[in-house]
């Protein structure tokens, strides 16, 4: 019995159990990053003591996993041997099975070999007897049959007599046919060919016209085109300046708006705050102990109801700025659409250069089970 597994079964165990929530550990993925290397460099069997001691190594370089999340993920993959080893011996038992069904299935097939091999010798006694009857009785047949043939024979010989000199008439009379088709076609096809190099000749003229007024076309095209791709160029390149100084100087604004805004946000809070805080102290040196814990609960209200009106504040005035630079944004989206465009092209033209040779290169190394990007 075997106690091994292959790469590709370890590195999925684990894949599957750190992805199993939807989003993944930083510490995990770490982990499973150094495991994937040291299982992948590693040159003997992925047996369970060889993988133990792999595991014991990655958790070494990779003190951030807590001990619960490393257990689970040596549970994983010890659970990965139980199981193959389970399927192998449930394979085995099988084969066992199997084994017995043949040997009961060949004694009684011997048995039945015996039982056919009897009765073919009591058959061979009775055939011989009958078989020497029924030569006789065929001799006689032979006979009759042969005379029964001779005669058939002969009357087909004169029906094929006639029938052969009734096709040669017919032959005859077909072939005087398809000499006059012959004559005839032939006469039609030296009138079709007038025909149609008369056609040709005209159909050839008229295209070098066509072909020659396409080309003074054509030039005439791609000189007015190049022009305008030229004026198209300078304008581009003059509204993406415009648009750049723009964007600089809107840019510095909004971060000194926002840093303004933060500073008196604070500075609000700050006086919020200490004012709450005085009234409490003055109205505590005047209050029984009752009356002191209510008039704090009450001051505590009354700073976060503040609290809360600030932050709302705050979140509508972050999405105003947001709809604002969305909106700056897109305009400049719309005058670099076109110079975007061409160098989309350049870099689809480049990943697909680079994703040949990837597919090339990974077609030449072991088949591991990698981790979805961060962030999914």
């Given at each position: 019995?075997?106690?091994?597994?292959?790469?590709?079964?370890?590195?999925?165990?684990?894949?599957?159990?750190?992805?199993?929530?939807?989003?993944?550990?930083?510490?995990?993925?770490?982990?499973?990053?150094?495991?994937?290397?040291?299982?992948?460099?590693?040159?003997?069997?992925?047996?369970?003591?060889?993988?133990?001691?792999?595991?014991?190594?990655?958790?070494?370089?990779?003190?951030?996993?807590?001990?619960?999340?490393?257990?689970?993920?040596?549970?994983?993959?010890?659970?990965?041997?139980?199981?193959?080893?389970?399927?192998?011996?449930?394979?085995?038992?099988?084969?066992?099975?199997?084994?017995?069904?043949?040997?009961r299935k060949e004694a009684e097939l011997r048995a039945r070999a015996e039982a056919i091999e009897k009765a073919r010798a009591e058959a061979e006694a009775k055939a011989k007897a009958e078989a020497e009857l029924r030569a006789q009785i065929?001799?006689?047949?032979?006979?009759?049959?042969?005379?029964?043939?001779?005669?058939?024979?002969?009357?087909?010989?004169?029906?094929?007599?006639?029938?052969?000199?009734?096709?040669?008439?017919?032959?005859?009379?077909?072939?005087?046919?398809?000499?006059?088709?012959?004559?005839?076609?032939?006469?039609?096809?030296?009138?079709?060919?007038?025909?149609?190099?008369?056609?040709?000749?005209?159909?050839?003229?008229?295209?070098?016209?066509?072909?020659?007024?396409?080309?003074?076309?054509?030039?005439?095209?791609?000189?007015?085109?190049?022009?305008?791709?030229?004026?198209?160029?300078?304008?581009?390149?003059?509204?993406?300046?415009?648009?750049?100084?723009?964007?600089?100087?809107?840019?510095?604004?909004?971060?000194?708006?926002?840093?303004?805004?933060?500073?008196?946000?604070?500075?609000?809070?700050?006086?919020?705050?200490?004012?709450?805080?005085?009234?409490?102290?003055?109205?505590?040196?005047?209050?029984?102990?009752?009356?002191?814990?209510?008039?704090?609960?009450?001051?505590?209200?009354?700073?976060?109801?503040?609290?809360?009106?600030?932050?709302?504040?705050?979140?509508?005035?972050?999405?105003?700025?947001?709809?604002?630079?969305?909106?700056?944004?897109?305009?400049?989206?719309?005058?670099?659409?076109?110079?975007?465009?061409?160098?989309?092209?350049?870099?689809?033209?480049?990943?697909?250069?680079?994703?040949?040779?990837?597919?090339?290169?990974?077609?030449?190394?072991?088949?591991?089970?990698?981790?979805?990007?961060?962030?999914?």
């Open positions: 019995m075997s106690d091994q597994l292959n790469l590709t079964e370890v590195m999925t165990a684990v894949q599957n159990f750190i992805t199993s929530d939807g989003q993944i550990i930083p510490a995990q993925r770490d982990f499973y990053r150094v495991l994937r290397d040291k299982m992948n460099n590693h040159t003997g069997l992925y047996i369970e003591s060889e993988v133990e001691l792999i595991l014991l190594d990655a958790r070494t370089e990779v003190l951030e996993l807590t001990d619960d999340d490393y257990n689970a993920i040596r549970e994983v993959i010890m659970e990965r041997f139980g199981l193959s080893k389970k399927l192998e011996e449930e394979q085995r038992l099988r084969e066992e099975l199997i084994m017995k069904e043949q040997l065929l001799e006689q047949e032979r006979l009759v049959e042969e005379a029964r043939k001779r005669a058939i024979e002969e009357e087909e010989a004169r029906k094929r007599a006639e029938e052969e000199a009734r096709e040669k008439e017919e032959a005859r009379l077909k072939a005087e046919e398809i000499a006059r088709i012959e004559e005839e076609a032939r006469l039609k096809a030296e009138e079709n060919a007038r025909i149609r190099a008369e056609e040709e000749a005209r159909v050839k003229a008229e295209e070098e016209a066509r072909i020659k007024a396409e080309e003074e076309a054509r030039i005439k095209a791609e000189e007015a085109a190049r022009l305008a791709e030229e004026q198209a160029r300078l304008a581009e390149e003059q509204a993406r300046l415009a648009e750049e100084q723009a964007r600089k100087a809107e840019e510095e604004a909004r971060i000194n708006a926002e840093k303004e805004k933060l500073r008196l946000e604070e500075e609000a809070k700050l006086a919020l705050a200490n004012e709450a805080h005085q009234k409490m102290v003055e109205q505590a040196l005047r209050l029984t102990e009752e009356q002191k814990l209510e008039e704090e609960a009450r001051i505590a209200e009354e700073i976060e109801e503040a609290r809360v009106i600030a932050e709302q504040q705050r979140l509508l005035e972050e999405a105003d700025a947001k709809r604002v630079a969305e909106e700056h944004a897109r305009l400049a989206q719309e005058a670099a659409d076109a110079k975007l465009a061409e160098e989309n092209a350049r870099l689809v033209e480049e990943e697909a250069k680079l994703a040949a040779e990837a597919a090339a290169h990974e077609s030449s190394v072991k088949d591991i089970p990698d981790l979805p990007p961060r962030g999914e």
